[in-house]
């Protein structure tokens, strides 16, 4: 019995706080071994060539591009269906939370959180402009503030887009949306660093900061903080 209550207590601690345990066991990692940053993006770049061969590979590109200005057409439609939702005759007004909630996670997440808050305050360099990549620039590892920097590196818009339709899970509750948004965000991850345009942990830390803030909001808007609908008693 004693064992099926630990097991138990254990699977409910990694179902409230796995994420946060993951996020701080690889922030150990990646300011303990920063080298680690310049392996992966070491993988893409070739010194004989204009130094990264794939970046403007047309599939890069154009992932690149259609990621970039996403935005200009999420947030038009969002604000048009949040006010249909106050016009009678209008959207149902019980779909108002929903759209919201999606709203405030674009605006705050991969918006403000990410290029207000971690790219002005850490002021990394990136990838194709660091001494050890042909740049002029010194490698500054993840979490270090780069006081004479003037980077915008740490952590990746272009990431956290792609990993915003993770919030596509909270607002229907099924952990395959889940699973799709760390799919985008892992492609579009790939395509940032091939291009020279972000280390590793710039990426891999845009999904956690879109993965709280989908938690905190969902939690706020939506009165629940959990992607699937809770067990029948």
Not at 76 to 102: D, N
Not at 119 to 129: C, D, I, L, N, Y
Request: aromatic residues 16%.
């Amino acid at each position: 019995m004693l064992a099926t209550f630990a097991r138990s207590s254990g699977v409910k601690v990694w179902r409230q706080h796995g994420a946060i345990l993951v996020c701080a066991a690889l922030a150990v990692v990646f300011v303990a071994w920063p080298q680690l940053d310049l392996i992966v993006s070491q993988w893409f770049y070739d010194a004989s060539l204009p130094g990264w061969p794939l970046s403007n590979h047309p599939i890069n590109e154009s992932i690149y591009w259609v990621f970039r200005y996403l935005p200009h057409v999420l947030i038009p439609i969002m604000l048009l269906v949040i006010g249909l939702s106050f016009v009678r005759g209008g959207v149902s007004p019980e779909h108002r939370k929903p759209w919201l909630f999606l709203f405030l996670v674009l605006l705050i997440g991969p918006g403000l959180l990410v290029h207000s808050v971690f790219k002005e305050g850490f002021q990394r360099e990136r990838p194709r402009a660091v001494e050890q990549f042909g740049g002029k620039d010194t490698f500054t590892p993840a979490f270090v503030v780069n006081e004479a920097g003037n980077g915008k590196s740490f952590i990746s818009g272009h990431a956290a887009m792609a990993f915003y339709f993770m919030a596509l899970a909270w607002v229907f509750r099924r952990r395959s949306w889940l699973y799709w948004g760390l799919a985008l965000g892992v492609v579009m991850s790939a395509v940032r660093i091939m291009q020279g345009g972000h280390f590793l942990s710039d990426t891999v830390f845009s999904g956690f900061a879109v993965f709280f803030t989908c938690q905190l909001l969902s939690w706020w808007i939506l009165g629940h903080s959990r992607i699937e609908e809770p067990e029948a008693a």
